[in-house]
């Protein structure tokens, strides 16, 4: 299957609020509640932030949000900080015990 | 507290094999379902393999079905990721994962992250 599609890159300011889009399709967004966000900064482990559409696991900031519409979910940024800078990437079950990523965004806090 | 540490990772010839190991603690390994993600050099994520919690179902991207195999060993808290007849496009970081928080199934989502391995395929 393809990689589900992101925006190569997305920035905003501090205090700002920011959306990243990740498209899919039926087989895979459009047919599960098993959309995931994960943030990486350069050199580390991913970090989950959002799983299951909207939920956060404990310890990831509440300025962090999910939500999902037909073949799209999307992460919300909201009161941008210089430590949001990273790459996030969405993740999505496709079906038959499989999962597929995201090309990845890269966010800069201007 | 959740730790992976992976091993096993080096420089292998095109064709050749290679073993990761994936050393758990911390949680109940013998009820969680257990992931194999890799990012080859400054590129995305990329989900390679899944044994379900019980052991009793493996999965596989179509990039590695067929090459790869996933296992692990209860008594010694460790998964494996076996990889037969590697390819260049094989060379990345792997890391394995812990799937999500559920109990006694498969969440779909990786909640633990180990600090990888890097495979070079090089010849």
């Known amino acids: 299957q393809s990689a589900l599609t992101q925006p190569a890159s997305v920035s905003g300011s501090p205090g700002q609020s920011i959306t990243i889009s990740c498209t899919g399709t039926?087989?895979?967004?459009?047919?599960?509640?098993?959309v995931s966000w994960y943030q990486q900064h350069p050199g580390k482990a991913p970090k989950l932030m959002i799983y299951?559409?909207?939920k956060r696991p404990s310890g990831v900031s509440n300025r962090f949000s999910g939500s999902k519409s037909d073949n799209t979910a999307s992460l919300t940024i909201s009161g941008l900080q210089a430590e949001d800078e990273a790459n996030y990437y969405c993740?999505?079950?496709?079906?038959?015990?499989?999962?597929?990523f995201g090309g990845g965004t890269k966010l800069t806090v201007l | 507290q959740v730790q992976l540490v992976e091993s096993g990772g080096g420089v292998v010839q095109p064709g050749r094999s290679l073993r990761l190991s994936c050393a758990a603690s911390?949680?109940?390994?013998?009820?969680?379902?257990m992931h194999w993600v890799r990012q080859a050099p400054g590129k995305g994520l990329e989900w390679v393999a899944v044994?379900?919690?019980?052991?009793?179902?493996?999965y596989y991207a179509d990039s590695v079905k067929g090459r790869f195999t996933i296992s692990r060993d209860i008594s010694k808290n460790t998964l494996y990721l076996q990889m037969d007849s590697l390819r260049a496009e094989d060379t990345a970081v792997y890391y394995c994962?812990?799937?999500?928080?559920?109990?006694?199934?498969?969440?779909?989502?990786?909640?633990?992250w180990g600090q990888g391995a890097l495979v070079t395929v090089s010849s």
């Open positions: 994962a812990r799937d999500g928080y559920c109990t006694n199934t498969t969440c779909y989502f990786f909640a633990y």
């Open positions: 911390g949680f109940t390994f013998s009820t969680s379902g």
């Open positions: 044994m379900f919690y019980d052991g009793t179902y493996k």
């Open positions: 039926s087989s895979n967004i459009g047919s599960y509640k098993l």
């Open positions: 299951d559409v909207s």
């Open positions: 993740c999505s079950y496709a079906g038959s015990g499989t999962s597929l």
